[in-house]
């Protein structure tokens, strides 16, 4: 596995590789998540940069890191206000092409009170990208703390991007999302798999629905190949499994207004966490912290906190955690 601690890399303003997918999200408000083939009355309507790899790329950004996004996108409206936004978030645009063979992608999301969602994703250009974009990103990637990527664009370019950072020593992190049969081959090129519980139960066959089967499902990925994983439970909070060690840890209590790109939030942050040479845990409870923060907040990019956000909100969970204890 990948040394999280290379002090080489280790710096105040880190260099993150992402690749991914840039969606533009359409998201609908509503009391409640319709049933099939029910049509319901929405709320509020908001249309907002979204995708995978674009939130965390943003996410990265708002926490100090120097953010290199290579993605797809279509010769469209979409894609022009995904740029203007790239340089709003300063998300370094020089691997980012767009083609005329397709649309940019688009993501159709309805949001309960609760701050539940669903969501359908029409990739469009997402598709395109190619291993010979990630290739003209590798000088940046070879001398990067952290690569991150997803699974909405296709899985050969993921994988090239895995290999990549593998033959340069650079810590890759796999939100795998849409979840997809993953070779063991593959798996032993990512040091950090992020699957929530509904892809853990579709990467290995475990019905993730407490700690038990959240060790269980963590365990069959490890013995696959990857170096360590960190299943993510919503509300519950995430399991961390290395082979050295597992751990439970909690979800932090907020209100919760808009869960939407939570994952990516958590996953942007792990990757600044480790790539300013934080230990797995250290990075993964920097995470908890910005993922909480963000659902509490609508829409994907646009909740994405900021460096000061996030540590006034930790020093605000320390406080509030202290009272507890005593109380």
């Not at 407490?210 to 360590?228: I, Y």
């Not at 919503?234 to 082979?243: D, I, P, S, V, Y």
């Not at 909740?303 to 540590?311: D, K, L, Y």
């Amino acid at each position: 596995m990948t040394d999280f601690r290379r002090t080489d890399l280790a710096r105040n303003k880190p260099r993150i590789v992402v690749v991914g997918s840039s969606n533009m999200d359409l998201v609908v408000k509503s009391e409640r998540i319709p049933a099939v083939g029910e049509t319901i009355l929405g709320g509020d309507f908001m249309m907002t940069p979204g995708g995978k790899g674009a939130n965390q790329a943003v996410a990265a950004a708002k926490l100090g890191a120097e953010v290199y996004f290579v993605a797809k996108l279509g010769d469209d409206i979409f894609s022009r206000q995904s740029l203007a936004n790239f340089e709003k978030e300063a998300v370094d645009t020089e691997y980012v092409t767009c083609s005329r063979q397709a649309a940019s992608g688009v993501a159709l999301i309805t949001v309960d009170r609760a701050g539940d969602n669903v969501i359908v994703v029409a990739p469009g250009a997402n598709k395109l990208l190619s291993p010979d974009d990630v290739k003209a990103a590798e000088s940046t990637i070879s001398s990067s703390g952290a690569v991150v990527a997803q699974l909405e664009v296709p899985l050969e370019t993921v994988e090239f991007a895995a290999r990549l950072a593998k033959t340069a020593g650079v810590t890759f992190i796999l939100d795998p999302a849409p979840a997809q049969e993953l070779s063991c081959g593959f798996l032993q090129m990512v040091d950090v798999l992020t699957p929530n519980e509904t892809e853990a139960r579709i990467l290995t066959g475990v019905e993730v629905t407490d700690e038990n089967s959240a060790r269980a499902a963590a365990e069959d990925l490890l013995k696959r190949g990857a170096g360590a994983v960190i299943l993510t439970m919503g509300a519950k909070g995430f399991l961390m499994a290395t082979g050295d060690r597992t751990e439970f840890v909690a979800a932090l209590k907020v209100n919760a207004v808009d869960a939407t790109a939570a994952g990516d939030a958590f996953a942007g942050a792990l990757a600044v966490g480790l790539a300013r040479g934080k230990t797995l845990g250290e990075a993964a409870a920097f995470a908890n912290h910005v993922g909480a923060l963000s659902v509490t907040r609508m829409g994907a990019q646009s909740s994405m906190p900021s460096s000061e956000e996030v540590e006034s909100f930790v020093k605000e969970m320390s406080t509030q955690g202290a009272s507890d204890e005593k109380a």
